[in-house]
């Protein structure tokens, strides 16, 4: 039985015989060494609980305990490891540093998100379903508003038998994490006189979306239940799925929902090492369904050892200990990291500046970016722009300022049609399509860019290890950017539409080969829904610019300051940070769920390495969002008004 990333899916290259490295000889790579606790986590090779907060390097620490199990054989070819992850670009980013580091094992460390996985499992195997949970039309996937899931509770409360009827207050923002997500389907549709109150509200549901004449609709939510579902009912997957991946690892544990950890323990629990890293003081999920003390189940359900990593590999000393305070308020028993990244002199390492008005925080913080730049070698891409929750709220402002320096801003939470920009600048799609676009438009001295889309071209026609295949796919890479080269001269951006020039690249490449690589290699990415994004992005970076090359940099935003939501800053880092909008109105949903809002706090604040600048205005400080100026005094920041 093929399982999602085995020998024989499109695109997953075979790998290479290598010389196994004896476990007490094996040495870290690309890196001088390792923390004495991350020797002793990498070394173990049952279950793994690792502690790593902001800046200790969990990324690498997976990197280097894949190259250790790949190497030694611990995990044996041809068997694989599986990493998890709960955003694309995490997952995407894990799998290029396993690349990086043992390239030849590449093809055997199989990275994508939770979502991802769960939905292969699905989208292979949906056949073997049992006869009570079987499609009729197929799926799509459709997130339900809060407001379409309080009018289903509303109307299953008038419908539904008097005996249950009191007993269905669920809360409508809950109901889809927690009571769809926490219940096991079962193999059979239970019937109205084996139902309590909870199994009649999930039955409905699922009866409402999925049980239902023609295509189902269903949530990640669902896709993971019926995953589960699938794994129990058939015993061959769940055996192959464990022979394939003696070892999963599972990254941002603290962010694991019911339905996830479930199918974690009922897939991998028992037989499977698996390794979770996580930091309970990071949780900023909850309102997603994230399990609390989630560290702590998984060390209790599968008796393992955990360790905590004890360096900072980002922030200068100044700024651990401004974090340590933050922490201290999650967790009062926390111990302080040690910084050991290297403090620059002529900084304020934090400070708290108060504006006026937001006009004139926007035009004093673009002067003092292009001040600094120009003082400085940073580049735009060392700042970061961060807030709780609106960012529209102040893109246009800070874009019109930044831009009078020639600076440009680049909002990752821009909507391009299903997607943001975040996750589409991490697509396998879009890093495909601007590679050629790039080669086309600058054939000389692309080296990496050719090197990469080479690769991913490599594996779109199953290449990568016969010679002369892979000779063969350079020569149409030649081929096909020659032919682009030639279309994009005679259509510059002001004569040639972005959906034209979209047009354009997929006709000079496999389109069905592509897709099926798509599919294999990035489970969770729909191929239509983000090339619709890259047409819409590619329109947007047109407008007005005379020169390809300069509407491509336009597309990527390299070289911009990032404007993005403390959520979507998790795992990023910047020299300075600006934490914009420490007010009520950024804030207003602290009060509901204080604790959340600190760990989103800590998670914006501890992104920065050497400078970090809150910014308020003079409305009112006291209620439930004193806290946070009270932990910024406790932490010795400074205030200074700017007016």
């Known amino acids: 039985m093929s399982v999602p990333g085995q020998q024989g899916s499109p695109g997953q290259p075979k790998p290479r015989a290598t010389t196994r490295i004896p476990a007490g ?75 990086s580091r043992v390239p030849e094992h590449a093809g055997r460390f199989v990275s994508m998100t939770f979502d991802a996985f769960t939905k292969s499992l699905v989208d292979r195997f949906a056949t073997a379903l049992p006869a009570d949970w079987q499609m009729s039309d197929g799926y799509e996937i459709r997130l339900e508003t809060k407001a379409e899931v309080r009018q289903f509770l509303n109307d299953l409360a008038f419908s539904a038998p008097a005996s249950l009827s009191r007993q269905l207050g669920f809360q409508s923002g809950r109901f889809i994490p927690d009571v769809v997500g926490g219940w096991h389907l079962p193999e059979s549709i239970p019937t109205d006189d084996e139902v309590d109150a909870v199994t009649y509200a999930v039955r409905e549901w699922w009866r409402a979306c999925y049980l239902r004449p023609g295509m189902a609709k269903v949530e990640f939510v669902m896709l993971n239940r019926l995953a589960e579902l699938l794994v129990r009912a058939v015993p061959k997957l769940k055996r192959a799925l464990r022979m394939t991946y003696p070892m999963v690892f599972v990254d941002e544990f603290q962010d694991t929902t019911s339905a996830q950890f479930s ?74 990291a040690t910084s050991k990244a290297t403090a620059e002199d002529g900084h304020e390492p ?145 004569t040639a539409s972005a959906a034209d020039t979209v047009t354009q690249v997929i006709g000079l490449l496999d389109g069905s080969a592509l897709r099926r690589y798509v599919k294999s290699a990035a489970p969770g990415e729909d191929f239509d829904i983000a090339l619709g994004a890259f047409e819409a992005r590619l329109k947007t970076a047109s407008a007005g610019t005379a020169e390809w090359g300069d509407v491509l940099d336009e597309f990527e935003g390299a070289n911009a300051v990032v404007l993005l939501t403390a959520h979507r800053s998790k795992g990023l880092e910047y020299h300075t940070v600006f934490f914009l909008g420490i007010h009520a109105r950024q804030w207003w949903a602290y009060q509901h769920d204080p604790r959340e809002g600190t760990s989103a706090f800590f998670v914006g604040l501890s992104r920065a390495a050497h400078r970090l600048i809150f910014t308020t205005d003079g409305t009112e400080r006291t209620g439930p969002i004193g806290d946070l100026f009270t932990m910024l005094t406790e932490a010795g920041v400074p205030e200074i008004d700017h007016g």
């Not at 390792?34 to 173990?44: G, H, N, Y």
């Open 350 to 494: 934090a400070a708290l500046w108060t504006f006026s008005s937001s006009g004139r925080e926007a035009t004093f913080i673009a002067d003092w970016i292009a001040r600094d730049i120009a003082a400085s070698d940073r580049t735009p891409a060392d700042f970061a722009l961060i807030a709780r929750q609106t960012i529209k709220d102040f893109e246009p402002q800070f874009r019109v300022r930044l831009a009078a320096h020639g600076i440009r801003v680049r909002n990752d939470d821009a909507r391009l049609g299903k997607m943001t920009l975040q996750d589409l600048l991490k697509s396998e799609t879009a890093r495909l399509l601007l590679g050629l676009l790039r080669l086309a438009n600058e054939p000389h001295g692309l080296t990496t860019v050719w090197r990469d889309v080479s690769a991913t071209m490599e594996r779109v026609h199953g290449a990568t290890d016969d010679d002369r295949a892979r000779h063969r796919v350079g020569e149409n890479l030649a081929d096909v950017t020659a032919q682009l080269r030639t279309w994009l001269r005679a259509h510059p951006p002001a």
């Open 263 to 336: 199918f974690l323990t009922s897939v991998f629990g028992g037989e499977t090492a698996v390794t979770a890293v996580g930091d309970s003081k990071q949780r900023i999920m909850g309102f997603a369904g994230a399990l609390p003390e989630a560290l702590q189940r998984f060390t209790n359900a599968f008796d393992a050892t955990s360790y905590a990593l004890a360096w900072n590999f980002r922030s200068s000393d100044a700024l651990v200990e401004l974090q340590h305070v933050i922490a201290s308020r999650l967790e009062p028993t926390t111990v302080r």
């Open 25 to 99: 000889e094996w040495q870290p790579i690309g890196i001088a060494d390792l923390e004495p606790a991350a020797w002793k986590a990498l070394r173990d090779t049952g279950n793994v609980a690792l502690v790593a907060g902001p800046g200790a390097g969990k990324t690498e620490f997976l990197a280097q305990r894949a190259a250790y199990f790949l190497q030694t054989g611990i995990c044996p070819w041809p068997q694989r490891i599986l990493a998890i992850s709960f955003k694309k670009d995490a997952a995407a980013n894990l799998g290029r540093r396993v690349a």
